[in-house]
């Protein structure tokens, strides 16, 4: 059976039927990163009281009206705003009542007078040498955010700044979507596990541990399935597993010729299977098989590490952030920086070309260097910061071109001045 | 007591006192995101024998020298190299194997013809079309790695691949510093637990879990402590404490200047104190109190919930970072995107000034939308993506100009294709 290769846009196309599989209600302290399922919207008033925003003197600001240097006001201080306190008094024309930052404004007052422009005469007397105008340096009860606004949207993903709002609002629970759950199979005869010694013709499973981590990267749930010989019942019993406890499965291995047919008999032998893509023109990574089973989606990724890894980054990362829920449309999802190509590349194969590129800075610029090396080799991703692509219908790029280069995803460390 | 304020590059270069206070064995499920305290060097070769890059036929290449479309050479097929075994056979002049992808090839071949050019003409027989050359599709044993090579240098933070390439050499536990372990307190008696109901006058704690998201999303060890009333003894005990558990202690509140006033006294009740810096010329955040007790940074944050975060955004989580034992070297840590400026913004208060910006996208490139607010107020950040800086001697920035917005530090979600 052939298959016409599918294009890199036809993936991403293919990628957008899926869809979160569930919600679910959790506290704060873990909300951070997740997709809300719902729109948050305010039950309060924020701050909710009038709240001086300097240190100083609460007055009415008519008061002070045509006070200077030379004409000073006079104000009779009649108390302090204790912080957290409602300030019971009431202020009398011509009085004043300290007040910190973040303190309650009492009745009658309406502005805070910075300390900066007050002057003591004695202990129950001062001069301000500076008018205030109603409302200056105060908070209104409802000017950070008013009761039944929007505050959040359905489809964002928690930011810091964000449980800041939703503890401050008193939300301590929230609704979001089930993070997207991954089984990760393994398969080859060549395969061992990471604890064992390889005897000659063995390999230590890389693939379970990069996908793994990949998945923890972009804030899904994986869940290593192990490895699996290249034997049909044992593969469709592992497949099966995987499609009853998570949302989707991921295979890499079959590189061979007969593991690749096996891995579509698998597909072909459940019910209410689709086959999306048989081969993506894409390098590395043309062989990768994408199938639906019961709404659930397959992957098959080549079993080079290297491969399976730039088709996780490309593909793998955005289906689950869809699967997550979140908003596709930002604007700066995907991470790339511009930099200077060191070299000329060749690439004149039809496919979309992703080269692993290392940065290095020069006079202040960021420098992409190509890491070469043969097909498969896992050093080629040590050794590289991010991927370069190189279109189908390029058919190479030069040296001192200023090019794109898309960061491989991570997850912290990212903030040195 | 006067202070000078210091600037951000002073506060900068102090920070860089400070290491990790550890280091510890992990076994390597656990090591993504983690920070190498020593270097890798490779016990063994990857893949550590002879394998096939492509499907085909293992041959001695002289057998095929000459071979065309129209003078094929004739191969006797010798049998079948079976994945993840030695192959014991050992071939003959004018025999081939057959072999798949990550085959190991028998001794006396030395090269691998691929699939597509040969032709079986019987059981026993193909003919091959195209010659190859030694090492054709074949990978050395010690190709991708070689023993006794440094693959991880100390101070790397790991990534999927380097788990790949950790798990494919056998290691199965790694040295990594100890994460930055960082306790947090919110001071002021306004500030109440985010389960109350405030009265008027208070408000919910938003520090605490702003701060603890952002140690989360940096790779840290938060630890809330909660809140403390203004008051020397418990504001005293809760810093003792937070320097028995934590690398670090986080304090924000203390706008109110009797609070501010505390916390430096506290700070002086220690022996052995520092006080490093008292005041940043930045806004906002100006009022940052930096302190060192014992050899372990102290940090007064504001009580503004906008101020403590852009602080945090800015110096912290570098700081974070270099406790980590990270490379502070990496040449695009920090991620800034480039943008068009929406609109004039003035600056003229001699501080660096950290304008809030919202991204979005217009004909194709990304617009910067400063978002403006009273001070203090959390909505500013809740509708921003990231911070756009405006030194202290640039007194503003024009519409349409080109700025570099540094995005917000975040966890997951950034793949979006």
Redesign the interface.
Known sequence: MFFKLKT?EEI?EILKDFEPSGEETIS?EHA??R?LSRDIISRED????R?A?M?GYAVFARDSFGATEAVPAFFEVAGEV??????TISLLPGQAIKI?????LPENSDSVVM?EYSRPLDEKTIEICRAVSPLENV?LPE???SRGEC??KKRH?L???????L????F?EVAVFTRPKVAIISS?????P??T???????????S???N??C????AEPVMLGICN?NFNELKAMVQQGLSMADTVWISGG?????RDMTIKVFESFDNMEVLAHGISVSPGKPTIIAKINSKAFFGLP???TSA?VIA???L??F??RL?G?D?S??????H??AELARNINSSNGRDDYIRVR???KDGG?VAEPVFG??????S??H??GLLLIDRNTEGLYQGQKVKVR???????????
């Open positions: 890199s991403v704060i951070l990163g997709v924020l701050p909710g009281f709240r925003t240190d204790m912080m957290g306190k409602n300030p910190s930052t973040g303190g309650m300390l908070i000017d950070d955010i505050v959040l993903r930011r810091p700044q964000d449980l800041g709002v503890t401050g609002l008193g301590t080859g005869d060549e395969v061992v990471i604890h010694a390889p005897e000659p013709g063995q390999i230590r499973d890389i693939n541990y990069t996908l981590a990949l923890l990267n972009a804030g290249d590189s061979s010729v007969g593991t079993g080079h590490v890894l980054e490309i593909f990362v955005p689950l952030t997550s979140e596709p930002c604007p700066f999802a995907c991470q920086l511009e940065l290095h800075l960021l043969k097909s498969g080799l896992i050093s991703l040590l590289a910061h960061l491989f995803s991570s997850s912290a460390g990212r903030g040195i001045a």
